[in-house]
């Protein structure tokens, strides 16, 4: 599903776009998050509704930034995070700010002697004693710092644990202040990936671990002592935001997240030198289970132990065609498990959040080897069928991939209905259950299914008489039938119910002895891309020009209840769809592109808009037409039809 841009955020206002502004915010700044996305941005959300939330929930919990924000207002926060170094940040700068702020003598002193111990003489003294084996274990043979430095970062850390002793809360202040160093008293530099630093990058660095680490540890002094009012609490709930706890369901007023982007980054490679520094790893071998686990963001997350990820159609357009082009197997691996993973992440976020609860994400598209991922149509696509409801799609900043694509970052927002969803509830568990629980909300009633309009374009492919509503076969296959099982339409007519079947990752059937009907239904299910139907428009030019028609073909015309055949077309006109009927009863297998062409011809053969071929009549029921004969060429409004659906 394709959301218009909303006109609430204007490109480049910064707004939700980086970690950048929460870098000047006290608390937020404790640790250079390049991931991260804007403080202010959480805190206008947590504005933004008419019902203030009284929680929020952040499936990437990362740096902090949304449980921070939300403590700084009162508000209790809960998340879910794999990286447990970046667990350890979130829970500093909410609990243990909590507690320093409660404890404030008891902070300032314990901060105030580390401050005295890792002054720089004494802090080159306390680092002579340092064993690096642990070091050279963890990294055989990779220089990431300069010898006297990595000594001085370890003995800062040694120091820390020394000064806290049992005082948890001090330890972890310390120790981040020390971690939040890691890579700038290094020789590497973290800019979307961690790296080693150029030649140019060096030219006026100068390390002096006893200053970076005094002035970190004197910030957080500072920041602690402006905290006002009383700061909310905060709760990690699961490693994995694909499964979350039951005590969690419908208990949360607000999601907000930033998820990892399909864009290849390696988000624990990012942070390896500072889970081994604070003992979450030993060695880089160790980041390994963390990949799998992971959401497949990255083609290092791609792996045989996750086993098949979920079939979406939508996703398979695109992945199909990187499955031709791209230099790596694993890029369209990567985007087939990233969309599922993402549908996990959003039915279980669906199940956290109240009725009425709402869903914000900060997401942007990708390009690989010249193909446009549209990261933020797949999520809209996936949480409509988890069943939110798409709200808004806001545009936040413009950007560029490596090579020179434009790109856009978005922010998606969706709602968890109020009225009763049948297919989410546990309770319904039983097919009569689920028949009693759809007949008493009739849930395709509730907007936005009652519009005219709702539902995937291809559904109005070609007019017809009788059609479902794609709205109730849209309910109907999310209520009755499991992710990934399958449907039968024993009388498909144009594919209503398969269509919405198969957009929603269950295996499709249709059949239906018309053929009208099953042309079209065949075209739904197996929709070209848009350049093969119109190269086929020019190939199928070229069969229409070959073809003769004869005085039987001219007979045939002679049919007709309201009119005859003849009475609706120009002349000239009339040839063209002679001819054409007769290719398309030559032969019943056309390949999909032509197929779809003939859905598409079906559609303008008569009616009273501007695309008809005919003379004026009524688009399902061809009525008597009236109206001048004016020539209408047949390939042109063919392909102005195939362009618009």
């Known amino acids: 599903m394709t959301l218009p841009f909303g006109n609430g955020r204007e490109a480049g206002n910064g707004l939700g776009v980086t970690f950048r502004d929460s870098k000047r915010l006290p608390v937020h700044g404790w640790y250079p998050y390049v991931e ?62 909590a507690w320093a702020q409660q404890h404030l003598l008891v902070w300032e002193k314990a901060a105030g002697k580390y401050l005295e111990e890792v002054a720089p003489q004494r802090l080159r003294k306390a680092a002579r004693s340092v064993d690096l084996a642990g070091y050279h274990a963890a990294f055989p043979n990779r220089d990431f710092f300069e010898e006297q430095h990595l000594r001085e970062l370890l003995a800062a850390v040694r120091l820390a644990e020394e000064i806290a002793g049992r005082r948890q809360h001090v330890k972890n202040l310390l120790l981040l202040a020390c971690a ?133 159609p939508f996703v398979e357009k695109v992945a199909s065609k990187l499955d031709e082009v791209a230099y790596d197997q694993r890029i369209p691996k990567m985007v087939r498990h990233y969309c599922s993973d993402m549908h996990a992440v959003l039915q279980q976020t669906y199940r956290a959040l109240r009725p009425g609860g709402h869903f914000l994400l900060d997401i942007g598209d990708s390009c690989f080897c010249g193909v446009h991922v549209p990261t933020d149509n797949f999520i809209t696509s996936l949480a409509q069928d988890v069943g939110f409801e798409c709200i808004a799609k806001n545009l936040l900043a413009e950007r560029y991939s490596k090579d020179s694509t434009q790109l856009t970052q978005v922010e998606l927002v969706f709602r968890k209905p109020t009225s009763m969803n049948c297919r989410r509830n546990p309770a319904a568990t039983g097919l009569r259950e689920k028949i009693r629980q759809f007949g008493a909300s009739l849930p395709y009633k509730e907007p936005p299914y009652t519009k005219r309009n709702w539902g995937h374009p291809l559904h109005s492919l070609c007019s017809y008489q009788g059609k479902l509503k794609p709205a109730i076969a849209h309910w109907l296959v999310n209520i009755f039938v499991p992710q990934g099982g399958s449907v039968l339409d024993p009388l498909g007519g144009v594919g209503t119910i398969p269509f919405e079947a198969s957009s929603s990752g269950r295996f499709a059937v249709s059949v239906d002895k018309n053929r009208f009907a099953a042309t079209v239904a065949s075209a739904k299910l197996r929709p070209p891309r848009l350049e093969d139907a119109c190269r086929s428009i020019t190939e199928l030019g070229n069969l229409i020009a070959e073809t003769r028609t004869s005085d039987e073909d001219y007979a045939a015309a002679e049919f ?20 054409a009927r007769k290719l398309f009863l030559s032969r019943s297998d056309w390949p999909d592109d032509m197929i779809f062409l003939w859905a598409s011809l079906l559609h303008i053969l008569h009616g009273n808009r501007p695309y008809a071929l005919s003379r004026t009549s009524h688009p399902i029921t061809p009525l008597n037409p009236s109206g001048a004969f004016e020539y209408r060429p047949l390939l042109g409004r063919l392909k102005q039809r195939v362009e618009t659906a």
């Open 36 to 97: 991260g996305f804007s403080a202010q941005y959480v805190t206008d959300a947590l504005l933004r509704f008419d019902s203030r939330p009284k929680n929020i929930y952040d499936p990437f919990g990362g740096a902090g930034t949304a449980q921070v924000a939300a403590s700084h207002v009162g508000l209790p926060s809960f998340y879910a995070e794999i990286n447990p170094f970046m667990r350890f940040v979130a829970e500093t700068k909410v609990s243990s700010a």
């Open 180 to 312: 939040a160093n890691t890579v700038k008293s290094s020789h590497m530099t973290r800019r979307a990936d961690l790296r080693r630093r150029r030649p140019d990058e060096y030219k006026t660095r100068m390390v002096d671990v006893s200053q970076f680490i005094s002035s970190t540890v004197s910030s957080y002094l500072q920041d602690i002592r402006t905290l006002s009012t009383p700061l909310g609490s905060s709760a990690y709930i699961s490693s994995d935001a694909r499964s979350i706890p039951d005590s969690v369901a419908e208990s949360i007023d607000l999601a907000i997240t930033s998820p990892p982007y399909l864009n290849g980054t390696n988000y624990f490679r990012n942070t390896k030198l500072e889970l081994w520094l604070l003992g979450f790893i030993s060695s880089e071998s160790d980041l390994g289970p963390f990949r799998q686990q992971a959401i497949c963001a990255g083609i290092n997350n791609v792996s045989a132990v996750r086993g098949e990820p979920r079939f979406f």
């Open 560 to 579: 007709g209840l309201n009119a005859r055949v003849v009475d609706y077309y120009h002349p000239d006109t009339l040839a063209e769809v002679l001819k």
